[in-house]
């Protein structure tokens, strides 16, 4: 497949040109945010809310990407323009913008950062199944950061407690989704999205209190309250997660993943619930594309 065009310091190049020096603090220190966006039928969802995390995520982190938001908005709409034709068909793309402190000695060292904007192919196939069998959700040993130690409404790439608790749920199933506890037992995030659980018709999901503020939360809350579903933010517990009705997890890709285990115990009677059910059809409807028969379109036979 041919690759695809990023913007990489500066300038537009193959992805493949992407590199990172290995002295690179992004590399060593994990001194690195983020945002992610996706596409539907080519057409990026809701850029300027995400660029006003990252400015936020770079704001708190102290990193200087030299660039505003406005240049952050149009380098990454000519990225996405750019790769248009090498679009599969039927496909869609994820847009990640990323900057690092660079080559940096130290955090006041001013070296210029590293800053990237890389397209991907959404591989569909990784998630397809999920929509109908339910992602089995594992709560894993490790606990989420916390906020006296690494604020989790920064979006960065430090990320080994996720990696170990992804470990630790694929000791139990290699395929699950690993989703963790706070410091103080609640419930706070699956790795890569948020959770959410309904009980009695209430869609229940954590506070960002030790959560990311999803930008696909912020649209299902304002969903839901045009749907009528009530919703609660508050903490969460295992228990709440055991007993509920439906569970399912929203990230910027897969969008709205329901989950038909938890531990190993089954969720509610079927996948999907009628409320995430609901939801998805209406996410559907709101972004022109279904995005379930368009993932299950790329699943693995
Ligand atoms: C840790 C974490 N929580 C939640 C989310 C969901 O955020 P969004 O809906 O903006 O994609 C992500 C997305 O990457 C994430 O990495």
């Known amino acids: 497949m041919d690759e695809l065009i990023a913007y990489f310091n500066g300038e537009f190049v193959p ?36 660029l006003e995390r990252f400015m936020r995520s770079l704001k708190f982190t102290r990193l200087d990407s030299g660039l505003n938001i406005d240049e952050l908005e149009a380098l990454t709409r000519e990225v996405v323009e750019r790769n248009e034709d090498l679009r599969e068909p039927g496909g869609d793309f994820t ?4 900057v690092t402190r660079g080559r940096a000695k130290s955090v006041v060292d001013p070296v210029p950062p590293t800053v990237c904007i890389l397209p991907q192919r959404i591989d569909f196939a990784q998630f397809a199944k999920f929509y109908q069998s339910g992602v089995h959700v594992v709560i894993p040993r490790t ?61 229940r999901m954590p506070t960002d209190h030790s959560s990311l503020q999803g930008d696909t939360q912020r649209v ?21 997660a055991y007993t509920a009705d439906e569970i399912f997890l929203t990230n910027t890709t897969y969008c709205i993943l329901p989950a038909g285990k938890i531990d190993n115990r089954p969720v509610g009677e079927g996948v999907p619930g009628p409320i995430t059910r609901q939801l998805q059809s209406a996410w559907s409807e709101m972004v022109g594309v279904d995005f379930v028969d368009q993932a299950l379109s790329f699943a693995n036979p």
């Open 15 to 50: 992805d493949s040109q992407c590199l990172i020096h290995a002295t690179d603090r992004g590399f060593r220190t994990g001194d690195v945010v983020y945002d992610l966006q996706r596409t539907f039928d080519g057409k990026i969802f809701r850029l300027r809310e995400h």
């Open 95 to 98: 847009v990640t913008q990323f």
């Open 143 to 203: 606990r989420s950061y916390s906020t006296e130690s690494l604020d989790p409404k920064v979006k960065h790439y430090s990320r080994m407690n996720f990696v170990i608790a992804s470990l630790e749920a694929a000791d139990v199933d290699p395929e699950a989704y690993p989703v963790l506890l706070d410091e103080n037992g609640n419930i706070a995030e699956h790795i890569a999205g948020n959770f959410y659980l309904i009980t009695d018709g209430v869609l």
């Open 220 to 240: 299902i809350r304002e969903m839901a309250k045009r749907l009528g579903i009530p919703t609660r933010e508050e903490e969460l517990q295992p228990y709440d």
